[in-house]
């Protein structure tokens, strides 16, 4: 939507309607969850009663009964994870450069975009890294526990919730209104801290 927007404005609103939106909802929905229908299908037609009555952590890991079902995941996270940053480099690549056009000889105004588009870039980053967690969380699955569980949430909270919530709180600091709220609200919680 981006790329359209800022590389071909004229058809934004031809391009990024509602129904295509949808379509493409729809699209990224269906193809996310062929490897779930097929790791679930699986195990509900091969697991055994006695595995249900297991006590177990919730992770994805128990319900790869077979070794290939553990590479399907792998080639099928690393397939994702190498389109997205083809497709996010060629769009930010080409974002920047109608940026910079653009702007011209405007430095300040040439910043400015630069530093947005930086922007939105570290938080598509952020949301490419969590394609790798699982990795890491089944790795440390195996070996500790309490690791485990703290390196998920540590996981969950940098790259589920930040790049969420990044936009909004540095677009809300550029507010002024929501600046000195916020400047306020801190200012009489370390006041009442003192008291």
């Keep these: 939507e981006r790329y359209v927007a800022i590389c071909m404005p004229l058809r934004h609103a031809e391009l990024c309607s509602t129904r295509s939106t949808m379509h493409c909802i729809l699209i990224i929905h269906g193809l996310s969850s062929v490897p779930c229908i097929v790791i679930l299908s699986t195990f509900f037609a091969s697991a055994s009663f006695s595995l249900y009555k297991q006590p177990m952590i919730c992770a994805i890991k128990i319900f790869m009964l ?15 994870f190498l389109i997205m940053v083809i497709i996010i480099l060629f769009s930010y690549v080409k974002i920047m450069k109608v940026a910079k056009a653009a702007s011209g000889e405007d430095k300040k105004s040439s910043w400015k975009g630069l530093r947005t588009v930086i922007l939105h870039g570290f938080q598509l980053l952020l949301c490419l890294i969590q394609l790798w967690t699982p990795f890491i969380e089944s ?5 500790h526990l309490m690791l485990f569980t703290h390196v998920r949430l540590s996981n969950f909270i940098l790259f589920g919730l930040t790049p969420k919530c990044l936009s909004p709180l540095i677009y809300g600091l550029r507010d002024e209104t929501f600046f000195h709220a916020l400047k306020n609200y801190e200012f009489f919680g370390l006041y009442k801290r003192n008291v």
Aim: hydrophobic letters at 45%; charged letters at 20%.
């Design 66 to 80: 077979y070794r290939w079902q553990d590479h399907v995941i792998s080639a099928v996270q690393e397939f994702y």
């Design 139 to 143: 790795t440390l699955l195996r070996f």
